[in-house]
């Protein structure tokens, strides 16, 4: 998907110092960002344990929660994540991030109208975002529901980031769930003409050729939700289904 970079605004206050900004008048943003700073940096169970005691004195910190829900879905922790996640949601109802990483938690625990439910309002707060429309078309394809929808949601995000391979792999994977073989093809081929070294896109297309089987779905430590490194990145969730 797409680096963290362009858009997903880290649950970590800025960096920089200016005379009009205090960024870390709270001393619980401080360490909220050295969480984020362990967590960009492939530690989430570091991040997890100085995330922790800082939320049990300020369980007021939005930033804090959306930050942990992100590290408990990396450990593999789905209903902590799922808190974290709701506990940010409460706090920061116009924040589409817990919706969104809420949704996903949601998709993994098999909650699947509640997913598209969540997926659907992270769009409704921030419509201009591809990274939503994204999810909204993996918590329908995980349902195996309104395939339709999924497709229309895969190219609502290629219109709004032409250039992210991840969007034209889900635009693929949901054109076959159709039937649309011929179509699906040509969509994992630009993902793959876009980021030639994704094995997963690529094993998708040699399935829909007829050159390998679907794969069992796998878990993978240490990816960035709605993110990932340039080096050594870790293959992204959402692309991890049979």
């Not at 995980?142 to 949601?153: I, K, S, T, V, Y």
């Not at 896109?201 to 240490?222: F, I, Q, S």
């Amino acid at each position: 998907m797409t680096d963290l970079a362009q858009s997903d605004r880290l649950a970590a206050p800025p960096a920089g110092h200016g005379p009009a900004t205090r960024p870390f008048a709270d001393p619980a943003d401080l360490t909220v960002a050295r969480a984020a700073a362990l967590f960009e940096h492939l530690q989430p169970e570091n991040a997890a344990e100085v995330l922790a005691p800082a939320l049990a004195a300020n369980p007021g910190s939005a930033a804090g929660w959306i930050l942990m829900a992100r590290v408990r879905l990396a450990l593999d922790q789905v209903e902590p994540a799922l808190d974290a996640a709701s506990r940010a949601v409460e706090l920061a109802p116009d924040d589409p991030r817990p919706l969104g990483i809420a949704s996903r938690a949601l998709t993994l625990l098999g909650r699947h109208d509640e997913a598209m439910s969540m997926a659907y309002r992270a769009v409704v707060v921030e419509p201009k975002n591809p990274l939503w429309h994204d999810r909204v078309a993996w918590a329908l394809l995980a349902a195996d529901r309104q395939l339709g929808d999924a497709e229309q949601a895969a190219r609502t995000a290629i219109g709004l980031d032409p250039g992210e391979a991840h969007y034209y792999f889900t635009h693929g994977v949901a054109l076959a769930a159709l039937g649309h073989v011929d179509q699906a093809r040509q969509a994992l081929l630009t993902s793959l003409r876009l980021e030639p070294g994704n094995p997963v896109a690529k094993h998708r297309l040699d399935v829909l050729n007829g050159e390998a089987v679907p794969m069992a779905e796998k878990k993978k430590r240490g990816w960035k939700l709605f993110g990932r490194k340039e080096d050594n990145r870790p293959a992204r969730p959402e692309e991890y289904r049979p």
